[in-house]
């Protein structure tokens, strides 16, 4: 199926890439797709480049007052062009780091399909050019986890990948109140559209390492990470409990959630008991024995929902092979 090219858009996320900007839109005009740029009030000559490309491409350059962060461009960006009535959103960032080739895969995948999100993999056989930060890889595998513990899936990786491609019908799913301002939206967005039913897909992308900086801040990211992951659980149970195919599944969490909090108190009162009142009695033995059998009755749990979960979405995720 063929869509509307003018339902397409480009956007991207300029933040202090004075040395990429040219470059990245440069390429982008031969997809012959509208390209929209966010400058998020830089400090540098980005936004003054930007007017000067204004003149020479057929782009829309959209100004923050104010530093807003990353996320927030992002969602401006999503409910502009959502009030535009497009249809689709290809998200690139302004630092030279992706490759045309990947956002052409995307265009192409979404012409070709019916797939709402569209999102990317670095980790794979060629997927890395250069030196990934260790903060980076590590943080990523973390993010990785998560995503997966929280949507009960191990077919997606990467969900701090910048490059994706997005329905605007996501629009009326963000939460103001939840959503990220700065880090952690790529994260967001994947989470959103998987609980919500996005029908999915992963390509495995290139991401170029060389000298631009980044202005991520681990432990924020990492919070953000968590707060995220205990929203969307409570989110995703709510939402299976009203369907049918998805109740069982739904039902399989909150034991999960029950038996992770009695298991969490009886390992803290145990914990009390040895390392403050000094002494080991019968109680202790009892709560010893109780702790490790909830511990195991939660793993058991956890794998059940998981598999559960992985099998109902087998027909809503796919990956590029």
């Known amino acids: 199926m063929n869509k509307e090219k003018q339902r397409i858009a480009i956007g991207i996320l300029a933040y202090n890439v004075d040395n990429y900007i040219e470059k990245v839109i440069y390429e982008l005009i031969n997809l012959k797709l509208k390209i929209f740029v966010i400058n998020d009030a830089s400090i540098d000559s980005t936004g003054k480049k930007l007017k000067e490309l204004e003149n020479i491409y ?93 949507l009960g899936t191990n077919k997606l990786y990467d969900p701090l990948n910048g490059l994706f491609g997005v329905s605007l019908k996501i629009h009326n799913f963000i939460n103001a109140k939840t959503y990220p301002k700065r880090y952690g939206y790529p994260f967001y967005i994947t989470l959103c559209c998987v609980i919500n039913n996005f029908k999915t897909f992963q390509i495995n992308n290139t991401v170029i390492y060389s000298e631009q900086k980044s202005n991520l801040n681990p432990i924020r990211v990492l919070l953000t990470i968590i707060r995220l992951c205990s929203n969307f659980y409570i989110q995703k149970i709510r939402a299976k409990k009203m ?79």
């Open 243 to 321: 369907i049918g195919k998805f109740q069982r599944s739904a039902f399989l969490d909150k034991l999960f959630l029950l038996s992770l909090l009695l298991t969490l108190i009886s390992f803290s009162t145990l914990t009390w008991s040895i390392f403050f009142e000094r002494f080991f009695l019968f109680t202790e033995l009892t709560n010893l024995t109780i702790t490790s059998f909830l511990f195991l009755f939660t793993g058991i749990i956890f794998v059940l929902a998981f598999k559960e979960e992985n099998g109902l979405r087998k027909n809503q995720i796919f990956n590029e092979e």
């Open 58 to 150: 057929p782009i829309t350059v959209l100004e923050n007052e104010k530093n807003l962060g990353a996320g927030e461009s992002l969602k401006k960006l999503i409910s502009y062009l959502f009030d535009k009535n497009y249809e689709f959103l290809i998200k690139v960032d302004g630092d030279g780091q992706f490759l045309v080739k990947d956002v052409q895969k995307i265009l192409q995948i979404y012409n070709e399909n019916d797939y709402e999100y569209i999102k990317s993999n670095r980790f794979w056989k060629d997927g890395i050019i250069g030196k990934i930060p260790k903060k980076r890889f590590f943080g990523n595998l973390l993010a990785t986890l998560v995503m997966q513990f929280t």
